[in-house]
Every structure is written in structure tokens, then in C-alpha cells.
């Protein structure tokens, strides 16, 4: 079962748009939410993380909005380049490392 | 250079015949695990271990085997592949505590035919 629902699946936007990734969950142990990024032919790589107790953290360019209430938490990358073409995960920890990941959205900033 | 390193990176085999796929940390860290990456399904967990000798079933562990004989090295073996294990593959490591980052290997494309 999808324990992370990620949206949309795939994603085009303009240089300079502001890209927004959308997840949800409903085990509400989960105590740690990472964004990871991935470029074609590489290993996914962590961008940012938040935990439940904040409902927003800034990282340059990438910022995560969290509600907890809602059991939401998205991506938002301002100003976004065409470097920041890749796909994006979102995934959901209850410790001991044990990520559960969304099934991903490929993202494409056009020049 | 801290890195999770993975081979082969590509790898083309037929049914039935053993593989084995090495994963290789030089962070020391406790924690190691084995991802497959299918198109629309993300990433899933395989296997992990929490340290030397320590493993556990992630959420597709059928059809694989492991072993953490070394902190450092955490192979992943498929006795007799089958053509639904064809895909993308992902070793990662991390620190137990504190460091939640999980680092990830280049991967290993795995063709079974």
C-alpha cells in the first residue's frame, strides 16, 4: 500500500515559475519528512527536511510547507532554473531510517 | 570522499541464474539498506540492517537475500531472478541517530530476461 501520496506525476514550468509538489499521509507516527532529488543516471540525494513541529523551513530556493493537521506537506522551489530539472521524492520516516517514498514527479523548467 | 558505491551498474542476466550486487559505504555507518525504484511505483525498500549481522524485511523482500557480514558492506543477492525483478536499484547508508540522511549509491540497472 501507498503510504505517501505524491502529486502531481510529472510537472512542467517556466524559468523563473515556482514548481509546488504536493504530499500526503495518514500514519500519523511519522516524525520526519524529507524531500530527496534525483538527476538522471544518479542516486537520490536529500534536498531539504522538516519535522512535524514546524510548519515551514526555508533552504535557498526550496522551501517546505508542512500542516499537520492535514497530514500535507508540499515543495515549493522559487525563482526555479533549468538546473533544477530532475524528479523529486517526498518520503515520511518513523525512525530507525525507515523511509517510505512517494512515487515521485518528474519536474522540467523550461529555459 | 564519503560515498555509497555499487556494482556492477548495469547488468543484463537470464532467469534462474544467481546475482549478486555489492553495495560498499566508507562513512561507518550503522545503517545500510537495499531500494528498487520501479516507473510510478518511487522507491521501495527491500532489505536493511541496523548494523553487522542485524537485518530486517522491508516492504518487497521476496525473491531476495542479504547479508551484513562487514560494517561496511551490504551485498544484495537474487538467487534465481525472475523478469519482474528487472529495474533500478539503490543501495543507502546512514548514521542511526541524529543524521537522518540517508545516503544513496549511483544505483544498478538490473535487466533480467
Known amino acids: 500500500q501507498q503510504q505517501v501520496k505524491q502529486s502531481p506525476q510529472s510537472l512542467i514550468v517556466q524559468k523563473g515559475g515556482i514548481p509546488i509538489i504536493n504530499c500526503a499521509y495518514e500514519n500519523t507516527a511519522f516524525d520526519y519528512f524529507p524531500w530527496y532529488q534525483q538527476f538522471p543516471g544518479k542516486g537520490p540525494a536529500l534536498l531539504i527536511a522538516?519535522?512535524?513541529?514546524?510548519s515551514e523551513k526555508k533552504e535557498g530556493r526550496f522551501t517546505i510547507s508542512f500542516n499537520k493537521s492535514a497530514k500535507q506537506f508540499s515543495l515549493h522551489i522559487m525563482d526555479s532554473q533549468p538546473g533544477d530539472s530532475a524528479t523529486y521524492f517526498c518520503a515520511a520516516n518513523t525512525g530507525f531510517q525507515k523511509l517510505v517514498f512517494g512515487t515521485g514527479t518528474r519536474l522540467l523548467v523550461s529555459p | 570522499e564519503a560515498q555509497v558505491t555499487q556494482n556492477p551498474r548495469y547488468l543484463i542476466t537470464v532467469t534462474g541464474k544467481k546475482l549478486t550486487v555489492t553495495c560498499s559505504q566508507n562513512?561507518?555507518?550503522?545503517?545500510m539498506s537495499w531500494y528498487r525504484q520501479d516507473p510510478g511505483l518511487g522507491l521501495r525498500q527491500i532489505y536493511y540492517?541496523?548494523?553487522?549481522?542485524?537485518?530486517d524485511k522491508g516492504d518487497v523482500p521476496e525473491g531476495y537475500k542479504v547479508s551484513r557480514k562487514e560494517k561496511r558492506n551490504f551485498p544484495l543477492i537474487l538467487e534465481s531472478p525472475s523478469p519482474n525483478q528487472t529495474s533500478l536499484y539503490f543501495c543507502a547508508s546512514s548514521a542511526p541517530s541524529g543524521a537522518d540522511t540517508q545516503y544513496f549509491g549511483p544505483g544498478t540497472r538490473l535487466t533480467v530476461l
Open positions: 540492517s541496523m548494523n553487522v549481522e542485524v537485518t
Open positions: 522538516i519535522r512535524p513541529d514546524v
Open positions: 562513512m561507518n555507518h550503522e545503517y
